[in-house]
């Protein structure tokens, strides 16, 4: 199965069903179930700004699984900034054009360790 290392706490966010698009620099072909990787980084001002206790989120670990159905093109900042309650994505983002749209998240029971890598692997 395919793997998608995201940030915390955009990882836990993703699998908790509260954020539904993931914005990237590049696009993907790719479209299925694939699994949420949380690699060692976690977005310490992300935290602060969303009220989320960075002691509670995991990382290095495969925390559950989603599916991507299709990807979004932002073709502006406007546009970004409109889908905000969406990605919920700081202002570094800013330069993201693609948005991955996703939906189903599952959460493993048991999260399994592992190192991750760049892009969809």
């Not at 790719?30 to 009220?51: Q, S, Y």
């Not at 002691?55 to 495969?62: H, M, P």
């Not at 905000?84 to 570094?92: I, P, T």
Request: charged residues 30%.
């Amino acid at each position: 199965m395919k793997c998608l290392s995201v940030s915390q706490p955009y990882a836990d966010l993703i699998i908790q069903g509260k954020k539904t698009v993931e914005l990237r620099t590049w696009n993907t072909k790719f479209r299925g179930e694939f699994l949420v990787h949380a690699p060692l980084v976690i977005k310490t001002e992300v935290c602060k700004k969303l009220g989320i206790d960075k002691e509670s989120l995991r990382t290095g670990v495969i925390i559950g699984r989603a599916e991507l159905y299709d990807v979004k093109v932002y073709n502006t900042a406007k546009e970004l900034k409109s889908d905000y309650s969406k990605h919920l994505a700081s202002s570094e983002f800013l330069d993201h054009k693609y948005g991955f749209l996703l939906k189903n998240p599952k959460e493993l029971r048991v999260p399994i360790p592992y190192k991750g890598s760049l892009g969809i692997f």
